[in-house]
């Protein structure tokens, strides 16, 4: 059973639904939230559904899932050899701070971690939630305000529900590209609060376009979204704001650090609190992997 291969494989387990993990293998085994998004790109139907907290015993092995705290259904994995005990956790793209919109991660103690480390590296040192969202609602009050419209951007899975979350808490309406409203769907049928919303027009520019409402956007359609609303102003949420290069990737606007994933911080803490053998890093530049390395810590990045 491949961990999140990039490729095809017959059997892979896939820790949650954004397009680069679901690949259409022969076979997955995936959360009951994760399958309906793995359904929905690939139109695989080979599917093993794991509830969280449910044991599952292949060969010599046992295996079971926990919340990854990233996106709705993303989970992280725990193999155990029943010969030996040895326990090996599969963390996937996870994070320890708290959102409206997934559980938080546990921390599963482990002989051998695999972990996901985007932000690796000690400036990715996220400020608290709370701070962030206020500073999101305040953006948005103070663009409306101005005789503006607010445009949130954020992943069409994932970062886009979290921000309508927080918006409807607000007490904001809010407008969605079409493009998030199956993602959307999904949230809501397995009870994820995302308050009203209407899907905007195939032409933004139209009356119907936003109807008054805070746009919730991808990214990548936020330049064809300010061409025919030019009393637009964006905002993109990603953790890469702690670099302050992120805007460039809009046609007007500014950044905030909201991530799904952990920053350095929650890495630490993890590694700390599973007190792990060995660990093997994934994703970032290995930079996690030598910091471990110089605190006494067995560690290799693997690059992928």
């Known amino acids: 059973m491949w ?4 490729t095809r494989r017959p059997v892979a387990y896939v820790s949650h ?22 359904r929905l790109r690939t139109g695989r139907t080979a599917l093993t559904v794991m509830n969280i ?53 546990p ?23 709370q701070q962030v969202v206020a500073e999101l609602i305040a953006w948005v009050a103070a663009v409306i305000a101005s005789g503006n419209i ?12 979290e921000a309508m979350a927080i918006l409807h808490q607000a007490g904001h309406l809010v407008a969605v590209h079409p ?8 949230y809501t049928r397995h009870g994820v609060e995302l308050g009203p919303y209407v899907v905007m027009s195939a032409d933004p520019g139209s009356p119907s376009g936003s109807g008054g409402r805070v746009i919730v ?17 964006m905002m993109i949420l990603t953790g890469w704001a702690i670099d302050g290069g992120t805007p460039g990737r809009l046609p007007i606007g500014t950044a905030l650090p909201l991530s799904d994933h952990a920053g350095f911080d929650d890495l630490v803490e ?13 994703h970032g530049n290995g930079g996690f992997a030598q910091h471990l390395r110089r605190q006494g810590i067995e560690a290799h990045h693997l690059g992928v």
């Not at 639904?17 to 793995?38: I, K, L, M």
């Open 150 to 161: 607010p445009v949130v951007c954020g992943y069409a899975l994932g970062k886009a529900q």
């Open 53 to 105: 907290g449910e044991t599952l015993t292949r060969g010599l092995q046992e295996v079971d899932v926990f919340p990854a705290g990233h996106v709705l259904g993303s989970s992280q994995v725990r193999v155990r050899d029943l010969a030996t005990g040895h326990r090996l956790v599969y963390t996937g793209d996870f994070k320890l701070r708290p959102s409206l919109t997934s559980p938080s991660a």
């Open 17 to 38: 639904g954004h397009s680069d993990h679901c690949r259409p293998h022969g076979h997955a085994f995936v959360t009951p939230e994760t399958a309906d998004f793995y």
């Open 217 to 233: 956007c991808p990214p990548q359609h936020a330049r064809s979204i300010r061409e025919t609303m030019p009393r637009t102003r």
């Open 3 to 6: 961990l999140d291969p990039h």
């Open 270 to 282: 993890y590694v700390e609190r599973a007190r792990p053998k060995i660990v093997y890093t994934v």
């Open 107 to 129: 921390v599963l103690e482990c002989e051998t971690l695999v972990m996901e480390c985007t932000y690796g590296a000690p400036r990715f040192t996220f400020p608290p939630t």
């Open 179 to 186: 493009s998030i409203q199956p993602y959307a769907e999904i």
